[in-house]
Every structure is written in C-alpha cells, then in structure tokens.
C-alpha cells in the first residue's frame, strides 16, 4: 500500500505512525489527503483518506506516494515531485523515477521508509 519512498510535509512527517495506522485501519482523518499513483496510467492523483473506506479501495488498494495535511500542501508536493523528476530524469515520469529510487533503497537494509520532507515557502506579495 505504501511506496519506501514517502513523501511527506511537515504535519504528517511529525504524524506519520498514527496516520499510516488509521489508514490500514480505514479511520477517517479530517484534512489528510493521500497521494497516489493511479494504477492504469500511472498518473499522479490526490484524494481525502476518506475515499479510501470504500469498498473498491478495500479490495484494490491504491499505491500511497504521499501525505499531507491540507489541499493546499498537496499541490505544492506534486510540484515539487513533478520538479524533482524532471531535474533527474529529464522527462516527468514519476513512476518510472520512484521505481529507481526504490531500487537504490532496496540496498539498504536501515529503516522501512525514506522520508521526503517537504516544507512550504511562504509566498511573497
């Protein structure tokens, strides 16, 4: 259900254990939205934690990539995947990118996941 390699922002990041063990458990979670890869096309797609206690979930669980605690936070974490894919690879293919870094990760034998902090830049007006 969830890749090694977590993209998290600061909320979850601090949260991370009691939110992935609601998750498993289908508790719903006001203002935590999950990242996804889309199985068929392999896009990225966000919904709130509460689509995942539906059924369909329940029976085809979805590839978690990231959380995050607002709409807001999320949009600024798949930019700066997106931005962070093309950097490395050249091209915006993030399942493609994220397989190669769970492969490095595969190696290591320290720790379950490997934490990508995102933190938001306050806007200049």
Same mark, same amino acid.
């Given at each position: 259900?969830? $890749?090694?390699?977590?993209?998290?922002?600061?909320?979850? =990041? &601090?949260?991370?254990?009691?939110?992935?063990?609601?998750?498993?458990?289908?508790?719903?979670?006001?203002?935590?939205?999950?990242?996804?890869? =889309?199985?068929? @096309?392999?896009?990225?797609?966000?919904?709130?934690?509460?689509?995942? $206690?539906? !059924?369909?979930?329940?029976?085809?669980?979805?590839?978690?990539?990231?959380?995050?605690? =607002?709409?807001?936070?999320?949009?600024?974490?798949?930019?700066?995947?997106?931005?962070?894919?093309?950097?490395?690879?050249?091209?915006?293919?993030?399942?493609?990118?994220? !397989?190669?870094? @769970?492969?490095?990760? =595969?190696?290591? &034998?320290?720790?379950?996941?490997?934490?990508?902090?995102?933190?938001?830049?306050?806007k200049k007006c």
């Amino acid at each position: 259900m969830f $890749c090694r390699e977590l993209y998290l922002d600061e909320y979850t =990041s &601090k949260h991370f254990r009691s939110i992935r063990k609601k998750l498993k458990n289908r508790t719903v979670q006001p203002g935590i939205y999950v990242i996804v890869l =889309s199985r068929n @096309t392999g896009n990225v797609e966000y919904m709130h934690n509460a689509f995942l $206690c539906q !059924k369909y979930y329940q029976d085809n669980p979805p590839f978690v990539i990231g959380l995050a605690h =607002s709409r807001d936070s999320v949009l600024d974490m798949i930019q700066g995947m997106l931005t962070e894919t093309y950097q490395t690879r050249g091209d915006y293919n993030l399942r493609a990118y994220l !397989k190669e870094k @769970t492969e490095r990760l =595969s190696h290591k &034998k320290a720790g379950r996941y490997h934490i990508n902090l995102f933190r938001r830049e306050e806007k200049k007006c």
